[in-house]
């Protein structure tokens, strides 16, 4: 089973960026679909972006054109820059795998917060 760590969050005034990063340990990674979902308090658990193992991706409509996921399969990390910030990214990140040979492992989250 795949290991991932997420890194990269912090505190960053809306209209910055952030570039989140999720380091694959064990597993396939290059063999697993990866996505990276958010959850707020208070708020469920969701889908910011997703990418595929060739590299095609998915966003959630609040994200599209601000974020962009990447994947370096050399360097088994896969990455979320995020610019434009709002204050309702406002949220704990994790990376997950939802495809693939190491389907259904999480990182233990990244909190990121941004201020007005």
């Known amino acids: 089973q795949v290991h991932l760590v997420e890194s990269g969050g912090g505190l960053v005034q809306a209209g910055g960026s952030l570039r989140l990063s999720c380091a694959a340990s064990?597993?396939?990674?290059?063999?697993?679909?990866m996505g990276w979902y958010r959850q707020a308090p208070g708020k469920e658990r969701e889908l910011v972006a997703r990418?595929?193992?060739?590299?095609?991706?998915y966003y959630a409509d609040s994200v599209k054109g601000r974020f962009t996921i990447s994947r370096d399969n050399a360097k088994n990390t896969l990455y979320l820059q995020m610019n434009s910030l709002k204050r309702e990214d406002t949220a704990m990140y994790y990376c997950?795998?939802?495809?693939?040979?190491?389907?259904?492992?999480w990182g233990q989250g990244t909190q990121v917060t941004v201020s007005s």
């Open positions: 064990g597993g396939i990674f290059s063999a697993n679909a």
């Open positions: 990418i595929s193992r060739v590299g095609s991706t």
């Open positions: 997950t795998t939802i495809g693939g040979p190491d389907f259904g492992s």
